[in-house]
């Protein structure tokens, strides 16, 4: 069984606000990423900070807390791995390559996209070209083998986007809109 859910306003705004300023916010540890696949750089405009909030068989980050409610939410067996992107704004739209995000895929693996502010970046799946709009506190949750790819924004200066991993039953995921 194939899914994919779109959830709005997925955290209550006095747990989601901090956290937004959090990532948002001048202080948070970015770290630059050449290629947002793997390491090679596909053109110039190839690149992304990003920062590892957890990441299986490796230290908790000191952020890892702060990101508890979004972990609780998506009530995973276990996690494999998160991470916070920060793309970097492009005066065209520029489409990355399709990529699945871990190796399991299974009935059982999927993958969460939570968006931190409103632009016109987008998450595109292979399978059909269905596009999810990147806006603040909105989760897109969807099986791990979906092929997908990022399609940078030209209308705010940075897009940031949490992106987990995990392993749960079906039965266990929270439902939204259905895509």
Known sequence: MS????????????????LEQLVT?????????IGTLGSHQSNLGDWRF??????QGYDVDKY??????????????ALMGSKINCDIYTPTPQQRGWHTDQPYNTESTFTSIMYFNDCNGKTIFK???????SKR???LIFNSGCEHAGI??????????LNTNFFTDPKRIPIGKSL
Not at 25 to 33: Q, T
Not at 50 to 55: L, R, S, V
Not at 152 to 161: A, G, K, N, S
């Open 64 to 77: 890892f807390p702060s990101f508890e409610p979004v972990i609780d939410f998506l009530n995973p067996y």
């Open 152 to 161: 940078t924004q030209t209308d705010e200066p940075r897009r940031y986007v």
């Open 25 to 33: 916010g001048e202080d948070f540890n970015w770290y630059m990423k």
């Open 137 to 139: 506190n909105r989760m």
């Open 127 to 133: 399978e059909d070209n269905v596009a999810i709009e």
């Open 50 to 55: 990003m920062h590892i909030i957890y990441k």
């Open 3 to 18: 899914i994919r859910y779109v959830i709005d306003d997925v955290l209550p705004q006095n747990i989601y606000s901090p």
